[in-house]
């Protein structure tokens, strides 16, 4: 009967622990990066290592405008919207 009872104690606690990960959202850079965006492109983007200016072709999203995270405000707003190579928005 103890055993059972551990059993099932640690099949919860897993099952707990699985979907509250499963909440978590990816973050669009690890630690230590930002990310940056492909001149021109709706679909470009790139992380750079703090520090570091964008390569050639990327250019710092806007202030205030940064997405943060996979599917976040900014992220499904820089899919539909384009920056040139000064980083000012440009139309389609």
């Not at 990816?26 to 990066?33: F, K, N, T």
């Not at 539909?80 to 190579?85: G, K, Q, R």
């Amino acid at each position: 009967m103890r055993t059972r009872m551990m059993a099932m104690m640690s099949v919860a606690g897993l099952s707990a622990l699985f979907l509250l990960g499963g909440c978590a959202q990816d973050a669009m850079c690890s630690s230590g990066e930002y990310p940056v965006k492909a001149v021109r492109s709706t679909t470009g983007g790139a992380c750079v290592p703090d520090g570091q200016e964008p390569p050639a072709g990327y250019v710092r999203y806007p202030a205030g405008k940064v997405p943060q995270h996979v599917d976040d405000k900014w992220d499904k707003y820089w899919s539909e919207h384009m920056l040139d190579e000064k980083g000012n928005e440009i139309a389609q």
